[in-house]
């Protein structure tokens, strides 16, 4: 067994009943680390170029992290990846709770299935040992009462930890994801419709194993001088301050680059819904289905969004594991269950101002709603926005959506519409995988308002406002996601400081500066894909990178739990070696990496006229071309395979 990592993955084969043990040698940890680096591995090498994401070929992974269970901190996530029903291509979703530690103390880096169960079954393992038991006493229940349910049957010194599908996946809506932690969501990229194809209800694990570190003193040193950084809490804003804070930056004509320690105070003291207004304002979070701007939502209306305002019904704070910041929080009285997770900024701005929506109870509501139904609050939110527009240019009538009257801030029928695309019922069943199935379905040029990047709906920022998540939306092999990189995230991860060669931002700049496609822009979004990669190899949590590398220092845990000697530039290569192989992946399975290019409107073409983000258009083209070359790939394709030769 190496330290750090397990040195072996579980093989589940649903068709037959049958387990694999599969030992790992070295040199794949040493190329990929664990987490997202092996599952790309596993799955560019067992998933067949022409497997359907919903058949018996595909393969469905949990993995956890290299860093897991080292006494690091931040290191706590785990990841599901599989061939993406959504887009095609690679896909992976990001988690955070307690499941992570659970994969590795039953001996295994990864636990992984293939092929398809004739009836709905759950995986348990109890003390290393793996059984397949039946499910269909809880096909069809929802995922937090599933997660309960199984807790109570399986409890005897300890509790088990559960990740599971709720009705979504079941009825494989392309938008669904895998719960744990009684609601906490891996949304993206539809792999809750692939665990309910394969009639996988649910993973319990219960296992006491030991995880093993090379210098766990090194790594208490370290963590202790992190721990100061995450702890210094000055006095900060109220949520009127930092709304109007946006309203002034807004009108800056420079800005400020960003250091990560500001989103760290915000983070402790509300979670992410700090940034419910202060978006809007500044011009981040898109409105009224990316055609919209801060003056069609404004402050008498999304005061009602104010992070003070949702705090009041906040009766706990709660941390994933290892993790010494604690932003989620447990919110009463506003659900029929009596409590839920508080929602995070992406599901209120995807449920208010992309639909212009101001009902508070009702983001409330929704957002248990389809924690427990296990679908993705951002696709949902977007393919309402998607379908309202529709609706207003005459594409559907109220005959096609059932008699909903889907007008924009249309409280009742929004709460109605996901109801239906829970159930998968009437105009519902059209609209539960998405807003390109959707577009495809409805035909009548309907695509113009499907806004979405490779066929996943984008995340709440608006890439007018930070050209950087445009880029990273386009290019990354799992398209539109907020995790990855953007000009601002250069900025707080301060790579800089630990990898040689890496330009530092300038202290202050015109905001117009933004725009100009660079050499240096190219360099520094590079270096995001390469550094996340690192991060969700090892587990680790990007609001704990935000802090800044010299602060959070990953290269330096990773080092003292495995015995290695690299340096954070070698680490970078080991990023820039799973970006390719997942760029190869969806080459593999026949992806054109130039048809992720997101909805035109998404990149100001044509720009706004109005608002925080007028006049502004992201040079997209020339942007991901420019990013292509820095890894090496063929820049007017995005085809790897010349560095894929060298690296693979």
């Known amino acids: 067994m190496g330290t750090g990592y397990m040195g072996k993955i579980l093989m589940v084969n649903l068709s037959d009943g049958s387990f694999e043990e599969l030992q790992i040698p070295d040199a794949v940890y040493e190329k990929y680390l664990s987490g997202a680096g092996l599952g790309g591995f596993i799955l560019y090498n067992y998933v067949p170029a022409d497997a359907d994401p919903l058949g018996p070929d595909n393969i469905l ?368 069943d059209i609209l539960a995988d998405g807003v390109k199935k959707a577009a495809e379905r409805i035909g009548k040029n309907s695509s113009q308002y499907a806004m979405h990047a490779g066929g996943q709906e984008l995340p709440m920022h608006d890439s007018r406002f930070d050209p950087g998540f445009a880029l990273h939306y386009a290019v990354e092999p799992t398209p539109g996601r907020h995790t990855i990189g953007s000009q601002l995230y250069y900025e707080m991860y301060r790579l800089w400081t630990r990898v040689k060669g890496l330009p530092r931002p300038w202290l202050m700049y015109l905001k117009t500066s933004k725009y100009k496609a660079t050499e240096k822009k190219a360099i520094e979004a590079a270096a995001c894909s390469k550094f996340m990669n690192v991060l969700n190899g090892a587990g680790g949590c990007k609001f704990g990178a935000f802090i800044g590398a010299d602060r959070m220092p990953i290269f330096e845990w990773l080092n003292a739990a495995t015995g290695w000697n690299k340096t954070p530039n070698e680490y970078m290569e080991i990023g820039k070696r799973i970006q390719t192989l997942k760029q190869s992946f969806n080459i593999k399975h026949g992806i054109d990496p130039k048809s992720f290019r997101p909805n035109p409107r998404t990149v100001g073409q044509p720009p706004m006229t109005q608002g925080a983000n007028e006049y502004r258009t992201v040079n997209i083209d020339r942007m991901m071309t420019d990013y292509w070359e820095q890894f090496g790939w063929d820049p007017g394709t995005g085809n790897p395979a010349g560095a894929a030769r060298d690296i693979l």
């Open 61 to 428: 992974g949990f993995v956890s992290g290299l860093l897991t269970g080292t006494g690091s901190l931040f290191t706590g996530r785990w990841m599901v990846c599989g061939k993406s029903p959504l887009t095609g291509g690679y896909g992976e979703a990001n988690c955070g709770g307690n499941f992570s530690p659970a994969i590795k103390r039953c001996g295994y880096d990864g636990i992984f299935f293939t092929g398809i169960s004739e009836r709905p079954v759950y995986l348990y393992i109890k003390n290393g040992k793996a059984e397949l038991r039946d499910a269909s006493h809880i096909w069809g229940t929802d995922a937090i009462e599933t997660e309960k349910l199984l807790i109570d049957q399986h409890t005897d010194r300890r509790k088990p930890k559960v990740a599971c599908i709720g009705p979504a996946g079941e009825k494989r809506s392309l938008i669904s994801g895998v719960s744990n932690d009684l609601g906490r969501m891996a949304a993206r990229s539809g792999l809750g419709a692939v665990m309910g194809s394969k009639r996988l209800k649910a993973v319990v694990l219960d296992s006491a194993g030991k995880i093993e570190a090379k210098n766990r003193p090194e790594i208490r040193t370290l963590s202790e001088k992190c721990n100061k950084w995450v702890q210094f809490q000055p006095w900060f804003l109220s949520g009127k301050g930092v709304r109007i804070l946006g309203a002034l930056l807004r009108m800056l004509p420079v800005q400020t680059a960003m250091d990560g320690m500001l989103l760290k105070f915000i983070l402790r003291k509300w979670g992410t819904i700090a940034l419910n207004q202060y978006s809007i304002e500044i011009g981040d979070a898109p409105v009224k289905n990316w055609g919209g701007s801060n003056l069609d939502f404004q402050k008498e209306t999304s005061d009602t969004l104010n992070p003070d305002e949702i705090l009041k019904s906040e009766t706990a704070k709660y941390h994933c594991y290892s993790c010494p910041l604690g932003c989620g929080g447990i919110c009463k009285g506003k659900f029929p269950s009596g409590e839920s997770h508080k929602p995070e900024y992406e599901t209120v701005i995807a449920l208010s101002a992309m639909t212009l929506n101001n009902d508070l109870d009702s983001i409330f509501y929704l957002n248990d709603r389809l924690n427990r139904a296990g679908m993705d609050t951002i696709s949902a939110g977007s393919t309402v926005a998607f379908a309202i527009e529709c609706f207003e240019n005459g594409i559907l009538s109220k005959e096609d959506t059932d008699g909903l009257e889907l007008t924009w801030g249309n409280t009742g029928a929004i709460v109605k519409l996901i109801e239906k695309m829970i159930a998968r019922e009437g105009i519902g």
